[in-house]
Structures are given as C-alpha cells and as structure tokens.
C-alpha cells in the first residue's frame, strides 16, 4: 500500500509531531512526513524534525500584512507539496476558509477538549471552573468553522478535585501521543476513509465519535 504523506503544521513544541514521527519510525503508521511547517520561527518542533531530517519551514503570519497572504503562502506551499493529510498539532492559527476549502476534509485537528464542549481557548481553566469531573482529547476534521468539524476519535480522563491546569494538560498529552499515531496508523491501513460525504471506519459510516480505549 502506498505510504501515506502527511504534513505537520506546528507553532511550539511538537510534542505531538514527536509521537507522529515515533510512530512512523516503529513501523505503526505506513506514512512519511514530507514537511513540518510552523507559523513561528522558534518553535521547538523545527528542532524535531531537523533530528529526524525531515524538511521544516516556516511561514510567519508576522511577516504578511493580512490573515488573507498568510493563507495564500501557506496554500500555495501546501499545494506544492500536495500531501494526503495535513495535521494540524498544536498550530494555534485560525485558517481561513478559502485554504480549509482548497484541502476539504483533508485537514485534522487536534482539541484539548471533548467536543463539541469547550471549543475555543483555555479549555482546562474553563473546565476546572465549572467543576467539572472529566475532559479530554477530540481529533476532528478542520471545517470553517472554529473546533465544529466532524469528531474521529475522543480520548477522556477524569478530573479530581485539587486538579490543576497543569495535570489536566499532562493528563491531556499522554492521551494525545496515543491519538494522532492511531488515527494516522487507520488512514495508512484504510480502515479509516474520509469521503466527501462521510466518514468510513473499517467499512461502516462512522455516525458518532470512536471512544480511544482506556489503558
Ligand atoms: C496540544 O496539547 C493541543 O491539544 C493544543 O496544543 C498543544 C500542542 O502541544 N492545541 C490547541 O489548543 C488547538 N486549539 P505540542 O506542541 O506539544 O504538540
């Protein structure tokens, strides 16, 4: 089967990219990482795939006078490179909809929250504030609408009660690092399709959210 090309758009750490390009190197994701791009010339996650030797760019929104040619640049090098799957891990840009529409339904994200609640920023302080007893992890597909495109997979965990924002966050990547290489590893494998009109998990129509397994 072919490899699955896969472009990692970052902004700061990477850890996430980190756990896409582990699990490409131990043979679970049947892809190849043609480029990371980030939107911020420092961040860390230029450093990872620089390890890796894997092309890294950056494209600053600071270095375009509107949102408008950010997206153009950005388009037109994503066109270039014209990858199966954009992954957005991390990227704390807004796109707009002229991009999102030029890769329909070929962008994920990944969300510090269980969607469709808590979509936006802060998701822990807000979750800590209204008490809640869980929150978690939505990987979706990047539509124009701000964390509203379709759900893949969920991952949760239970808030206690002296929960700070950092444990929420720890708590958050441990899953996060399992979720990305298993969405990818089900794109690679094609028990994973996303059509124009629906999502297909190992031949079925997905009608809700894949629940990721507890450990
Ligand atoms: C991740 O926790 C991801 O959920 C969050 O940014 C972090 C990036 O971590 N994304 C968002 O908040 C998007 N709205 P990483 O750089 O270590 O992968």
């Known amino acids: 089967m072919k490899k ?11 850890s996430n990219l980190q756990s ?6 131990s043979g679970q994701i049947n892809g190849q990482i043609t480029a990371v791009i980030s939107n911020q010339a420092d961040a860390y996650g230029l450093e990872r795939a620089k390890k890796h030797n894997i092309d890294q760019r950056v494209i600053s929104h600071k ?15 994503l066109t270039h490179l014209d990858p199966d799957i954009i992954v957005l891990a991390g990227f704390m840009r807004v796109l707009g909809s002229a991009l999102i529409q030029a890769f329909d339904r070929r962008i994920l994200n990944i969300h510090p929250s ?21 929150h ?42 399992r979720m990305y290489p298993q969405v990818l590893q089900w794109l ?8 124009a ?3 297909m998990f190992q031949g079925k129509l997905l009608e809700s959210s894949i629940e990721l397994e507890n450990r």
């Open 63 to 77: 270095d375009f006078t509107s949102r408008e040619n950010f997206d153009l640049a950005l388009t037109e090098a």
């Open 114 to 134: 269980l969607l469709p609640n808590y979509k936006g920023l802060n998701t822990f302080q807000r979750a800590i504030d209204n008490q809640e007893s869980e």
């Open 197 to 199: 009109d629906a999502i």
């Open 4 to 14: 699955l090309s896969i472009i990692v758009l970052i902004s700061g750490n990477g």
């Open 188 to 195: 690679s494998q094609g028990d994973l399709k996303i059509n």
């Open 136 to 177: 978690g992890v939505s990987i979706h597909i990047v539509t124009s609408e701000l964390d509203n495109g379709p759900v893949i997979v969920r991952g949760r965990y239970s808030i206690l009660t002296d929960d700070k924002i950092s444990d929420l966050q720890a708590k958050g990547h441990q899953l996060e690092h």
């Open 20 to 25: 896409i390009i582990d699990a490409i190197e």
